[in-house]
């Protein structure tokens, strides 16, 4: 918390004023009279006097000084009549089976899919914010080109190509969020009513978003052995007008299964064959356990059918509201959707993640939080498989932070959520990762976090209780 300067004075001015001890039309002590008592500087004694008129304790009555404000007498009115607030149950409850809760701090929650505190390269971020704060002064508080920073865009651009994908400046947006991108991308593609496909299991937020657009959906399951199914992709093209895929090509969301090169490359020639476009979640790339950053589809694509987006709330912390999106071929309506939900990105938001980029502090920390992450996975499988009834099943993930969980025919599962809220544990049920209800019997578990022995110990004692 700030320790202003200025608080010297005004804290006991404020309190003499709130307990009555200063009445209302008391003349107060001149700024020079309080600069030789307190030693201070003139700018210091002004500054306090204008946060005690801010908050309504002072008045300045020009060429006289500052007087204890006359308090107006609140009218008493009727109480406003209550009326009842609709909500939609049911996403109340899905968005409360992945968000962290307040009043859940004793939970032992492997349900929120971002890094944990620990986790959070937070001296790196916070240094830099202040650093740009300083710098930047008053230009943050302005708008910024509707698009985008042009210099955090251009790093954008060049770390895309070092895994040879190619984005043109012209038709990148920068977003608040990812999820914004997503809305922006199949606005810009669809109209109400048009189907498109989508991979499942798929995260709760995409389908939302669907939802919200009032889209007809396609469900194009994903093998855990073999991954995305193409030929079930090629098959509803065939039968039906599909106007856009929605896929994470990387560590999808919840199964961690990432798409071959062999696969991007067959996925490219049909949306080209069905002139589908492809709309890519680029946000778990960077988290690969082994080997090189995997590519992404837009590496294959020279149509500008292929739209992808991404952000940094995996990788750098889930408060950092800024992400990106490469439109292709349909930069001009994504443009005039993205003006009309807010036309600029806050700046410092911009400006941070752009200084964060332009040095090594950014690889260095992803190094670190692979290899954290790698480690977690490992311990997460162990726990499970160790403490959990054998024939639990579960995906070996190749990067990202999530395990998908699958549990025996004979668990009822009703009875397992509800021995996790006895417990202290919290999962994401795969009941969410569809409209069909096809993944009752999964569920999504987040290792992105440090394993207290509190949260091992949770898991144990469920694992007993259910085996």
């Given at each position: 918390?700030?320790?202003?300067?200025?608080?010297?004075?005004?804290?006991?001015?404020?309190?003499?004023?709130?307990?009555?001890?200063?009445?209302?039309?008391?003349?107060?002590p001149?700024?020079?009279?309080?600069?030789?008592?307190?030693?201070?500087?003139?700018?210091?004694?002004?500054?306090?006097?204008?946060?005690?008129?801010?908050?309504?304790?002072?008045?300045?009555?020009?060429?006289?000084?500052?007087?204890?404000?006359?308090?107006?007498?609140?009218p008493?009115?009727?109480?406003?009549?209550?009326?009842?607030?609709?909500?939609?149950a049911?996403?109340?409850q899905?968005?409360?089976?992945?968000s962290?809760?307040?009043?859940?701090?004793?939970?032992?929650?492997?349900?929120?899919?971002?890094?944990?505190?620990v986790?959070?390269?937070?001296?790196?971020?916070?240094?830099?914010?202040?650093?740009?704060?300083?710098?930047?002064?008053?230009?943050?508080?302005?708008?910024?080109?509707?698009?985008?920073?042009?210099?955090?865009?251009?790093?954008?651009i060049?770390?895309?190509?070092?895994?040879?994908?190619?984005?043109?400046?012209?038709?990148?947006?920068?977003?608040?969020?990812?999820?914004?991108?997503?809305?922006?991308?199949?606005?810009?593609?669809?109209?109400?009513?048009?189907?498109?496909?989508?991979?499942?299991?798929?995260?709760?937020s995409?389908?939302?978003?669907?939802?919200?657009?009032?889209?007809?959906?396609?469900?194009?399951?994903?093998?855990?052995?073999?991954?995305?199914d193409?030929?079930?992709?090629?098959?509803?093209?065939?039968?039906?007008?599909?106007?856009?895929?929605?896929?994470?090509?990387?560590?999808?969301?919840?199964?961690?299964?990432?798409?071959?090169?062999?696969?991007?490359?067959?996925?490219?020639?049909?949306?080209?064959?069905?002139?589908?476009?492809l709309?890519?979640?680029?946000?778990?790339?960077?988290?690969?356990?082994?080997?090189?950053?995997?590519?992404?589809?837009?590496?294959?694509?020279?149509?500008?059918?292929?739209?992808?987006?991404?952000?940094?709330?995996?990788t750098?912390?889930?408060?950092?509201?800024?992400?990106?999106?490469?439109?292709?071929?349909?930069?001009?309506?994504?443009?005039?959707?993205?003006f009309?939900?807010?036309?600029?990105?806050?700046?410092i938001?911009?400006?941070t993640?752009?200084?964060?980029?332009?040095?090594?502090?950014?690889?260095?920390?992803?190094?670190?939080?692979?290899?954290?992450?790698?480690?977690?996975?490992?311990?997460?499988?162990?726990?499970?498989?160790?403490?959990?009834?054998?024939?639990?099943t579960?995906?070996?993930?190749?990067?990202?932070?999530?395990?998908?969980?699958?549990?025996?025919?004979?668990?009822?599962?009703?009875?397992?959520?509800?021995?996790?809220?006895?417990?202290?544990?919290?999962?994401?049920?795969?009941?969410?990762?569809?409209?069909?209800?096809?993944?009752?019997?999964?569920f999504?578990?987040?290792?992105?976090?440090?394993?207290?022995?509190?949260?091992?110990?949770?898991?144990?004692?469920?694992?007993r209780?259910?085996?």
């Amino acid at each position: 918390m700030v320790d202003y300067k200025y608080k010297i004075f005004t804290d006991s001015l404020e309190k003499n004023i709130r307990e009555g001890v200063l009445k209302p039309g008391y003349k107060l002590p001149s700024v020079r009279v309080l600069k030789e008592q307190y030693q201070t500087s003139i700018s210091t004694i002004q500054k306090g006097y204008e946060y005690l008129m801010l908050i309504g304790l002072v008045e300045s009555v020009p060429k006289s000084g500052y007087f204890v404000a006359h308090q107006q007498q609140e009218p008493i009115e009727a109480p406003l009549k209550a009326y009842p607030v609709v909500r939609d149950a049911v996403f109340k409850q899905h968005l409360g089976l992945m968000s962290a809760q307040e009043e859940e701090r004793n939970v032992s929650a492997f349900n929120v899919a971002t890094p944990g505190d620990v986790f959070m390269p937070q001296q790196l971020i916070l240094r830099t914010m202040q650093q740009v704060i300083r710098e930047e002064g008053a230009s943050l508080l302005r708008y910024y080109p509707a698009s985008g920073s042009p210099v955090l865009k251009g790093r954008i651009i060049t770390r895309a190509t070092r895994h040879q994908t190619y984005i043109h400046e012209e038709a990148l947006l920068l977003t608040d969020g990812a999820l914004q991108a997503l809305y922006i991308a199949l606005a810009a593609v669809c109209e109400v009513g048009d189907v498109i496909a989508v991979e499942s299991p798929c995260v709760f937020s995409v389908l939302e978003v669907i939802r919200m657009l009032r889209l007809k959906v396609v469900e194009v399951p994903i093998d855990l052995r073999t991954g995305f199914d193409i030929d079930f992709f090629k098959q509803a093209c065939d039968k039906n007008n599909i106007k856009a895929l929605v896929v994470t090509p990387n560590f999808n969301n919840p199964t961690g299964l990432s798409l071959s090169n062999e696969q991007k490359i067959a996925l490219i020639a049909l949306v080209h064959r069905y002139n589908v476009a492809l709309i890519e979640n680029d946000m778990y790339s960077d988290l690969y356990f082994q080997g090189e950053r995997p590519s992404l589809i837009k590496r294959y694509d020279d149509s500008g059918l292929v739209l992808s987006y991404g952000s940094y709330a995996k990788t750098l912390a889930p408060g950092i509201r800024l992400g990106w999106l490469s439109a292709g071929k349909f930069m001009a309506r994504a443009e005039q959707i993205k003006f009309a939900l807010g036309s600029s990105v806050s700046p410092i938001y911009q400006e941070t993640v752009s200084r964060i980029l332009a040095g090594t502090a950014y690889d260095r920390h992803l190094r670190s939080f692979r290899l954290q992450l790698a480690k977690n996975a490992h311990f997460a499988m162990h726990l499970i498989a160790d403490n959990f009834p054998t024939e639990t099943t579960f995906v070996r993930p190749q990067g990202g932070y999530h395990l998908w969980v699958r549990m025996p025919d004979t668990t009822d599962m009703s009875a397992f959520y509800a021995l996790c809220d006895q417990i202290g544990v919290k999962f994401t049920p795969g009941s969410i990762f569809s409209f069909s209800g096809a993944y009752d019997r999964f569920f999504r578990m987040i290792f992105a976090d440090r394993f207290s022995k509190e949260k091992i110990e949770a898991i144990r004692l469920l694992g007993r209780a259910i085996r």
